[in-house]
């Protein structure tokens, strides 16, 4: 599985509620990077983070939140901010000497 | 901006024949190019990449060619299978090593 784990791997959401989707790695990878995927379309950032402690906004941050204080984890919060936030949430690690990311399982969040 | 067009949107082929998805990109200081292939419902897998200084790339029966010239690169499978039915994105990046994704090509494989 790459060593990237999600959770939970579905998730339902009340409107005006936050919810948070959780993102670890032991692959002692430096870059984290949050993507959202709506049906039938290819994978927007949300978020990334190149090293603990540090993140940026990345396409499609409003409505999103997350933290880096571990190098392990990067959790994302959804607020209710987000107006459409019904998609698949992808999380992906890199170490910084290569370019490939690998992909934790996803997260499908649902609005009720 | 960064932006990356991605054709056909889809794509169907019989069983052994070979199957062409081209991009292009906009970022001219773009260096990374990987290909991802995604089944229903799972996520993305690295099967082919290649860096700018290289034209091309092959592995077994994928191939991608890169022109920065003209900023296309494309993928190429060739004795497809059924089991190569799935989406399959472009995508490029720089040095900060975030990826601006094609929309995807749905490729069917008919047996």
């Known amino acids: 599985d790459g060593g990237i784990t999600q959770s939970p791997k579905y998730l339902f959401r009340k409107e005006g509620q936050n919810v948070t989707l959780s993102c670890e790695q032991n692959l002692n990878h430096d870059a984290m990077y949050w993507y959202r995927q709506d049906p039938g379309q290819g994978l927007r950032l949300i978020y990334y983070s190149q090293i603990v402690n540090d993140f940026q906004k990345g396409d499609i941050a409003e409505g999103y939140s997350v933290s880096r204080e571990k190098k392990e984890s990067f959790p994302l919060t959804v607020t209710s901010a987000q107006k459409n936030p019904t998609a698949f949430y992808l999380c992906?690690?890199?170490?910084?000497?290569?370019?490939?990311?690998?992909f934790g399982p996803g997260t499908r969040l649902t609005v009720l | 901006g960064e932006n990356v067009e991605q054709h056909p949107s889809t794509l169907s082929v019989q069983e052994g024949d070979s199957a062409v998805i081209k991009c292009t990109y906009s970022?001219?200081?773009?260096?990374?190019f990987p290909w991802y292939k995604q089944e229903l419902g799972k996520r993305p897998q690295l099967i082919i990449d290649?860096?700018?200084?290289?034209g091309e790339k092959k592995d077994q029966r994928i191939a991608v060619t890169l022109n920065k010239t003209a900023k296309h690169f494309s993928l190429h499978i060739t004795e497809t299978q059924p089991e190569d039915s799935a989406v399959y994105f472009c995508c490029y990046s720089g040095n900060t090593g975030k990826l601006i994704f094609g929309q995807g090509t749905t490729l069917q494989v008919k047996p």
């Open positions: 970022d001219s200081a773009s260096n990374y």
């Open positions: 992906a690690s890199r170490a910084s000497s290569y370019n490939e990311q690998f």
């Open positions: 290649i860096r700018s200084n290289v």
